[in-house]
């Protein structure tokens, strides 16, 4: 079943049936302000921290309200409905709408009762509040008067749990008054007569507003349960349904934002007008207001082009042809989109993360800056340099980045107050090491070598290069072996459900640390740190002999041990006996044998494949789990209990496209792209155009069902295995590998990629259907000896031209 369709020109997903079977939302803002809509304009706003910047409510789980509420009413006839089909509901056989979601902008178009909507929500580029521009239109053939509502929900306190909990204390601290054209809500309004800056319990007056731009507001409300009405919902509230509101404000009880304006609409005239939501200063919100209330229109037409403009241009460096509509609307814009929300925005905010975590998970952080390195290289450079200024002098990762992160003089796991403060007791084993491929894909991507010796300070004391950044990463884990030598599982791997003990071993950080160094080898000789890479190179023939010695099992590679000895992930086990990392992995590494690669892949192709995806592992834990299986908590075919965990779909992309497989790279891309569900909804249920955290997997009587939208490592994942796998695109320090493996039936395909300061069309043609291989490349029509384009054979405007096999 479809609910909307890909508009690739201009950047959108389109929702033309708006009973979604879930809120299907859009991410608007940056740091400093973020904003989550839906299709039906459910969610909620924060200023740089959903858990402690919360400005507008938002309950949880339920069904998708409050939200961003514009009403309405009909003043003749008295009935109403709203922007967006809910909360008003109306019949759908009379009221038609669609709701478009774009780069950082959403919009709403509804026609009923003669009457047409435009609503644009989105926050301005670099700035810190939201706007919902408004356009109303009567199409009808006499003149109308329509009352226009606008309805924000305030938190009483900005902390999430504070407001939705702790009542015996928020709901007394908040009021709200009317100034001009806006209502202003006071947090702790009792404060106003502290000097700037002077505090009482840390606490000092936080102020929102509800504006309203480009018409008078004609009455209004600051109580939620004034606006609503006792045993009223959203649906129908009485401010609505009486055509004027109270004109009264909030004390002691829930705040809220509500402004009527009364349009007189000559047949074919429309009016233009904003409401503007922030948490300013009463001057701040006065001079907002101010700004839209003149050009209205105009303000907000300017400012949507220039936020079009920076983010189809953000994506503009890496675009794709190819014969699959669903691989080119994934990579040149949703995928890649997806990538920045994730970026920007880690594990922080969504319908299903609250935003309580006060920080950034490592492992999550480093992982996503993959993604955007081939779009935003600096952009990446930057949160790298951040990132490894959370990198503990002892190599190590803070398993969790406070968003007060102070370089140089954080507390660590080692300490109890870094403990308390976070509820992090320990490092984990694989934090640091996601360090290695990251930063070698951002100086390989950028050939910017001399941020090897860019000097960088560690979490608590001292500082290093990048180089010595990563050399202490390696010396991290070799501190840390477990009682056969391979890497200590510590506090976790990547699977925060398999808890191997402190002593315990993880072949995928044992596969992860083997990588590291095959990397850290390039930067050594790029140091010509000779002394070095000889002991690198025998520390990694040690540790490749131990994985093949302990972790190779007749046709695949073990989990892992546990501390007391138990071997996780052999064949013979009766539950949890094939894993697909450990598989993905040893490709991915380089320490498979071609023999071993080919049999471990073909077994996750016969035991793990669905499809929907590569399910995580199998048999489901249930009756033999050990006392770190913690996967065993959930139901069967369920997150990491062999669930479709998405993340890992990108890596086994990436691990068949090295071995030449493009039939089964595409194939597992096909699987789980969520573009190429959009006729499954019903089943997806999620967006259509975001990854989900997981699919249910085969031993789920819901399979293929899929949870936890947008901020998922996927995103970053899958755009690597696609990027580097599929499309081949493999920088390194001095030029631009070009390796694809595509599906057989692919005549060829083009890239558009800018690198390096140069703007490359790549053009691959595979006139004998090959799935990979070299046969002939040219750049600028001249040949050379094989499919590496060295970095001073590129120019302004690079042709190249490549042939398969």
């Known amino acids: 079943m479809k609910y909307g369709y890909f508009d690739d020109k201009k950047r959108e997903y389109v929702i033309t049936r708006p009973d979604t079977p879930a809120p299907w939302v859009n991410y608007l803002g940056d740091p400093e302000y973020g904003a989550i809509v ?21 309950v949880f789980n339920q069904f998708d309200e409050p939200g961003r509420y514009i009403y309405l009413r009909d003043n003749e006839t008295k009935d109403f409905w709203s922007a967006s089909w809910q909360p008003v509901g109306k019949d759908l056989e009379k009221y038609k709408s669609e709701c478009h979601h774009g780069t950082a902008y959403t919009r709403m178009m509804a026609d009923y009762s003669g009457i047409h909507s435009e609503v644009r929500y989105y926050v301005p580029l670099g700035q810190s509040y939201e706007v919902w521009s408004l356009c109303v239109e009567n199409c009808s053939d006499k003149e109308r008067e329509i009352n226009v ?102 004390y002691n009880e829930n705040s809220c934002g509500a402004l009527t304006a009364v349009l007189k609409l000559a047949p074919g005239e429309k009016k233009e007008m904003a409401f503007l939501v922030g948490m300013k200063k009463n001057d701040e919100a006065e001079a907002i207001v101010a700004r839209y209330d003149q050009n209205c229109q105009q303000v907000c037409e300017r400012e949507l082009e220039e936020l079009i403009s920076y983010w189809h241009g953000q994506l503009s460096h890496f675009q794709i042809k190819t014969p699959s509509n669903e691989f080119n609307t994934m990579i040149n814009t949703w995928n890649a989109y997806n990538c920045f929300m994730t970026f920007i925005w880690s594990r922080a905010a969504s319908f299903t993360y609250c935003g309580l975590r006060n920080g950034y998970g490592y492992r999550d952080t480093v992982q996503d800056i993959q993604g955007v390195i081939h779009l935003a290289p600096e952009m990446a450079a930057d949160k790298i340099r951040f990132m490894l200024s959370a990198q503990v002098d002892n190599g190590g990762g803070l398993p969790l980045v406070k968003f007060t992160h102070n370089p140089g003089h954080e507390d660590t796991p080692d300490d109890a107050s870094y403990v308390q403060e976070t509820g992090h007791p320990a490092y984990r084993a694989d934090d640091a090491l996601w360090l290695f491929p990251t930063v070698y894909k951002y100086v390989s991507e950028t050939g910017n070598v001399d941020f090897i010796d860019e000097v960088i300070p560690f979490a608590n004391k001292d500082e290093g290069t990048v180089y010595e950044h990563l050399k202490r990463a390696i010396q991290f884990s070799m501190e840390h072996l477990g009682k056969h030598g391979m890497p200590a599982g510590l506090y976790a791997d990547w699977n925060d459900c398999l808890r191997l003990g402190k002593d315990g071993e993880s072949t995928f950080v044992a596969l992860q640390f083997y990588y590291a160094m095959t990397i850290l080898k390039e930067f050594a000789a790029y140091e010509k740190d000779e002394e070095y890479i000889s002991y690198l190179e025998k520390s990694q023939e040690k540790l ?150 997981f699919t249910e997997g085969k031993a789920s009587p819901n399979f293929g069902r899929s949870h936890v939208h947008w901020l998922t490592g996927t995103a970053s994942t899958v755009m690597v295995g696609c990027v580097e796998g599929i499309l081949g695109m493999r920088p390194d320090f001095y030029g631009l590998r070009i390796a694809p493996s595509i599906p057989k039936e692919w005549d060829g395909f083009e890239v558009e990629k800018d690198f390096r300061g140069c703007h490359l069309h790549i053009k691959v043609q595979n006139p004998g259907h090959a799935e990979s291989g070299f046969k002939k490349l040219t750049v600028n029509g001249e040949e050379l000896k094989d499919n590496y384009i060295p970095q001073d054979k590129l120019t302004a405007e690079t042709e190249v031209e490549l042939y398969l096999s």
């Open 149 to 250: 509502t606008g309805y924000a929900e305030f938190t009483n306190n900005s902390n999430y749990e504070q407001d939705q909990v702790n009542l015996q204390y928020s709901q007394y601290i908040t009021k709200t008054v009317f100034r001009g054209n806006r209502v202003r809500q006071m947090i702790h309004a009792n404060l106003d007569r502290l000097d700037e800056g002077e505090k009482v319990d840390n606490k000092d007056v936080t102020n929102r507003f509800l504006g309203l731009a480009g018409v008078p507001v004609d009455s209004w409300c600051g109580e939620k349960e004034a606006f609503l009405g006792r045993y009223h919902g959203y649906g129908n509230p009485v401010g609505v349904i009486d055509g004027k509101l109270n004109c009264e404000g909030n």
């Open 544 to 693: 490749g002999e131990l994985i093949e010695k302990l972790c190779w099992n007749e046709d695949r590679f073990i989990r892992g041990f546990t501390e007391a000895g138990e071997i996780i992930g052999q064949r013979t086990d009766p539950e949890a006996n094939m894993w697909l990392n450990p598989q993905s992995w040893a490709v991915i590494s380089g320490l498979a044998t071609k023999e071993q690669s080919e049999l471990a892949l073909e077994q996750v192709y016969e035991r793990l494949n669905t499809e929907y995806g590569a399910i995580l592992m199998d048999p489901p834990y249930h009756a033999h789990a050990f006392d770190g299986a913690l996967a065993v908590i959930y139901n069967a075919g369920t997150k990491e209990n062999a669930g479709i965990f998405s993340q890992s779909q990108g890596w086994i992309i990436l691990a068949e496209a090295l071995m030449g497989h493009g039939e089964r790279a595409f194939g597992y891309f096909m699987e789980n792209a969520p573009a190429a569900q959009n006729d499954k909804a019903e089943i997806r249920r999620l967006e259509p155009y975001c990854y989900g955290q």
């Open 38 to 58: 839906s299709n039906n304009a459910g969610g909620y706003s924060f200023v740089k921290s959903g858990a402690n910047g919360r400005i507008l409510r938002y």
